[in-house]
Structures are given as C-alpha cells and as structure tokens.
Nanobody, 114 residues
Framework: QVQFVESGGGLVQPGGSLRLSCAAS????????MGWYRQAPGKQRELVAR???????NYADSVKGRFTISRDNAKNTVYLQMNNLKPEDTAVYYC????????WGQGTQVTVSS
C-alpha cells in the first residue's frame, strides 16, 4: 500500500518560509510524478505544485515564483520550499500522485499569520 506522510508545517509570519516534506512508503518515488495540494477550511483541495518523473515542474499561478517543488529519490521524499508566504497560503498541505492517486495522508498544517 502506498502511504504518504507530510511534515514541516507550522506557524509563520507573512513573508516567512517553510519547507514541507513528503515521505512515501510502499512505492519507488522515482517511478512517479508527485504533486503538492492544499485545502483551506471550507474550501476545495487544489493542486499547487507538481513534479514529473523526469523532473519537470509546474505551479499554480497563485504560488509561482514563491514555491519550489523538488525530489530526493534516494530518500524517497518530495519537498515543497515555500518562500514569501502570504496569509492566503494558510491551509493543510498534502502530497499525492496526480496521475495515479492513492489514499490521502494526514497532511501538514501551514498557518501564515502575524
């Protein structure tokens, strides 16, 4: 069974940075593209960043230029570096495989507030 464990969230002031990690078990990360998603309270989950098995990346317009998705295949982990955080980035962040989704993990809470 594929399982994702997200970590690295927390409380940060506007303009601050966080680095999220997604550890995958039950699969070889290098074989799949991965994505980071977020869901704010009462709102639909949305894709914010993705990286293909070949290393190409794409970002939602709302985070482009501020977030960077990366992958460490040796550690079977994907990361989301988030810079210049804004209050509207507040959400629970999840990782998954965009083209072959599995069960969602618990996510990690990111709160951007002064």
């Amino acid at each position: 069974q594929v399982q994702f464990v997200e970590s690295g969230g927390g409380l940060v002031q506007p303009g601050g940075s966080l680095r999220l990690s997604c550890a995958a078990s039950g699969s070889i990360l290098s074989s799949y593209g991965m994505g980071w998603y977020r869901q704010a309270p009462g709102k639909q989950r949305e894709l914010v960043a993705r990286i293909t098995s070949g290393g190409s990346t794409n970002y939602a317009d709302s985070v482009k230029g501020r977030f960077t998705i990366s992958r460490d295949n040796a550690k079977n982990t994907v990361y989301l570096q988030m810079n210049n955080l804004k209050p509207e980035d507040t959400a629970v962040y999840y990782c998954n495989r965009p083209l072959s989704m599995r069960e969602w993990g618990q996510g990690t809470q990111v709160t951007v507030s002064s």
